[in-house]
């Protein structure tokens, strides 16, 4: 579905109701929910790949004062969602929930403020509790799934987040998952303890299945981290498949294009049958469906796609 929309729906949009904690406080009721396919309207609307890219010194101006813009805005909204944290430590789950309407909120800011036309598809499976992953090629990406996940989704990156100034302690206050990829060992420990959290708490997970961004676009091996996650939790895999935000902010520069993006989610694949002997094969199968869906500019060169997960 195509998204489309601009500033009245910001200025029009209630943000009191993303401060609820109804769960355990009869007295405030639960906002209205509003599903991926009502806000889907409300992003500029993506209906070609061709777009005038311009390196004059007004666009590149222009694209400063966004980059600007969006880390005050995520650096004000992080400030309170971390004041509403704080308030709410001893509750849990109310923490991961408002740690994702902090996504909702901030990522669908950031995304507005940039401006790029965003067009999604498939949002009829948007919603259900899985293992969401998606390919890694932009800053960009993290700004769409923070808008995207469905509430009640947790994710996983290294440990040294904390170190982030406001943002890694309001990605630990919010339940979310570390690890530490200098030690193999203890990374599958603490990719088993988040499989039994999303289990026990009733979640959805997350995940870079490539591990790390692409520096060109082009999709990277797999690991194998996701397929764990799925044997142990039989949650099914949601596959996202992010196109052109590596066009729209590309490695090592602060110019933002104007390059469309499409966010496609593709339908669930059961994990109900799957089993640890074969997780090579299902890391090749996933792979191979992302390499069928991404735009040629974004498929791995043929050495890449012959060597489709490492070890780790």
Wanted: hydrophobic share 40%.
């Amino acid at each position: 579905m195509d998204n489309t929309g601009g500033a009245s729906f910001m200025r029009n949009r209630r943000f009191e109701s993303f401060l609820d904690t109804s769960c355990e406080q009869p007295n405030v009721k639960e906002p209205p929910r509003v599903s991926l396919k009502q806000e889907a309207r409300f992003m500029p609307k993506a209906e070609t790949d061709q777009y005038v890219d311009d390196d004059g010194f007004i666009s590149v101006l222009i694209s400063y004062v966004r980059i600007v813009t969006c880390f005050v805005t995520m650096m004000v909204t992080t400030f309170v969602w971390a004041i509403v944290m704080l308030l709410l430590l001893p509750w849990p789950y109310q923490r991961i929930r408002q740690g994702n309407i902090y996504g909702h909120v901030t990522g669908r800011l950031l995304m507005w403020i940039l401006g790029n036309p965003v067009k999604i598809e498939g949002t009829e499976f948007a919603d259900k509790r899985a293992i969401y992953i998606s390919n890694h090629a932009s800053p960009i990406d993290i700004f769409l799934l923070m808008w995207l996940t469905p509430t009640g989704t947790v994710g996983i990156a290294k440990k040294e987040i904390i170190w982030y100034p406001l943002f890694g302690q309001l990605y630990v206050l919010a339940k979310h998952i570390r690890i530490d990829r200098s030690n193999p060992s203890a990374a599958i420990q603490s990719l088993k303890e988040a499989a039994h959290a999303i289990v026990k708490d009733n979640l959805s997970l997350i995940i870079f299945p490539e591990g790390t961004r692409s520096q060109n676009g082009r999709l990277l091996p797999f690991k194998k981290g996701f397929v764990h996650m799925a044997l142990q939790s039989r949650l099914p895999i949601v596959p996202i498949v992010l196109s052109g935000t590596h066009r729209a902010w590309r490695k090592g520069s602060l110019h933002i294009r104007p390059a469309p993006i499409t966010v496609k989610y593709l339908p669930p694949i059961s994990t109900s049958d799957w089993t640890a002997d074969k997780l090579d094969d299902y890391i090749k199968m996933v792979h191979d469906i992302y390499v069928k869906n991404l735009p040629e500019p974004q498929k791995p060169f043929v050495s890449d796609s012959t060597r489709t997960c490492s070890n780790s």
